[in-house]
């Protein structure tokens, strides 16, 4: 017990950074008040303002945005069904006929995780394969009647952009978002240096888990390239979109709760804020712009953890504080998973050792099958505390994975108890 308590007391006091790389960046009206880099990439690479970063579903704003542009030109129109521009988007649910261009962007249209196929969906190679692998899904509501987060409402978006425009969605983007915004390190589906994750308290360098990402998450951008959004977005600078559209990508929808266009209002510091985060396996960012006074922010770094520490990085840019590179909580957080997996691994080494003694009765056991059962519907309890969104084992060993490597060396230790008393018990049965 001593040892296991030097080693969580060394886990939690050793100063550690927050992430492997940070970049961020805080904007002002039309200038970029700071940007800087901290710590190193995968390649082992300084990261700088003009590094690289994935910034999933930050990536909702900018194609949020794309749609927009087509709003304004005339060519797409919010409150007709997205089905009258995709004719190739169907269901098992005539419902679905009726979601519109507004109900996609706001996430109020009755997609769900719980009711479309995800996996398959990760599996598409492109836009036109992921809206296909839609069509044995349902409606988990009525279109309009309730606010759900789903990835599938701006991939739908981004194949919209795609046939609209007449160009693939990352050309789309880079035409109408990005080069005029003169955003040119940035792009949909680039490439980035490896991302890290961190396992009781070491980072350790991975490549980012495949799997679709076009209009909800694919965006690659730069500290540098943010703050020239930023601007953007505050009315400031070049415009992408008319000062309506950017009105109504900044307000709440109906039926939407908080959540305009790819922004949600989150009050903080005395402020409200326009937010929105974004959380891959080894990437993690998050933006914010004050449209009464024109400020923006945003984080990003290249690693994911239990912990995400961005939003309390960012709130303390939004103070006028300097960026804090320590987090005490994942160092807290995953030195004491380190102590339990200890614990079970030192319990189910006794429960096997002392097992020729047991002459317990058989309903006895079933303590000891407790964590097997946890560990075995892992994703499932996962999923219902992540209001049902689709959680696959691959993933659950990425930025999950302390919790992952505990709950399993528990779940071992136990089966391994169950298993050498029943062998145990056997063995005296047949002795006698």
């Known amino acids: 017990m001593r040892i296991l308590l030097l080693l969580l007391l060394a886990l939690v ?5 927050t992430s492997p790389g940070t970049a961020y960046v805080v904007t002002r ?14 390649n082992g690479a300084l990261v700088t303002p003009d590094t690289p970063m994935r910034v999933a579903s930050i990536s909702k704003s900018f194609t949020a945005a794309a749609v927009l542009t087509l709003v304004d030109e005339g060519r797409v129109a919010l409150d007709q069904p997205v089905a009258g521009y995709l004719p190739e988007f169907r269901m098992a649910d005539a419902r679905a006929g009726a979601i519109t ?22 599996r598409a190679g492109d836009l036109r394969g992921y809206v296909a692998a839609l069509r044995r899904g349902r409606l988990a509501a009525d279109p309009g009647t309730r606010w759900a987060y789903c990835n599938v409402n701006y991939d739908l978006a981004a194949r919209l952009v795609e046939v609209v425009d007449g160009r693939p969605f990352a050309e789309a983007m880079r035409e109408r978002v990005f080069r005029p915004l003169g955003m040119s390190d940035s792009s949909v589906g680039g490439a980035t240096a490896d991302g890290y994750n961190s396992i009781f308290g070491v980072w350790v360098a991975r490549a980012e888990l495949p799997g679709f990402r076009g209009g909800a998450g694919g965006v690659v951008t730069t500290a540098a390239d943010m703050g020239r959004w930023l601007i953007s977005q505050t009315g400031h600078g070049p415009q992408i979109v008319s000062a309506g559209s ?24 005395g402020r409200a804020l326009l937010v929105h985060s974004g959380n891959l396996f080894t990437y993690t960012a998050v933006e914010a712009i ?23 990085q960012l709130l303390a840019l939004v103070d006028g504080g300097a960026y804090q590179p320590l987090d005490r909580r994942r160092q807290v957080i995953e030195g004491v998973l380190g102590a339990v997996a200890l614990i079970a691994i030192g319990l189910g080494l006794l429960g096997v050792r002392r097992a020729r003694r047991w002459r317990g009765r058989l309903w006895r056991l079933l303590p000891a099958l407790i964590p097997v059962a ?32 505990t709950l399993g060396v528990a779940a071992l230790a136990g089966l391994a108890t169950v298993v050498a008393r029943l062998w145990a018990r056997r063995s005296v049965g047949s002795a006698r």
């Open 13 to 17: 006091t050793v100063p550690v950074n």
């Open 29 to 42: 009206g039309d200038a970029v008040v700071r940007v800087e880099g901290v710590g190193r990439d995968g």
């Open 101 to 122: 261009v507004r109900q996609l962007l706001n996430q109020t249209s009755g997609l769900a995780d719980s009711t479309v196929d995800i996996p398959a969906t990760q």
């Open 246 to 269: 950017l009105r109504v990508m900044h307000t709440p929808g109906a039926a939407a709760g908080d959540y305009g266009m790819g922004w949600g209002v989150e009050h903080a510091k």
């Open 290 to 312: 004050d449209p009464a006074t024109g400020e923006g922010w945003a984080v990003m770094t290249n690693s994911a953890a239990l912990n995400d520490p961005t939003y309390d």
């Open 374 to 405: 946890v560990f075995a519907a892992y994703p499932q309890w996962v999923s219902v505390l992540t209001n049902h969104r689709t959680v696959t084992w691959p993933q659950l060993v990425y930025f999950a994975a302390p919790l992952t490597i």
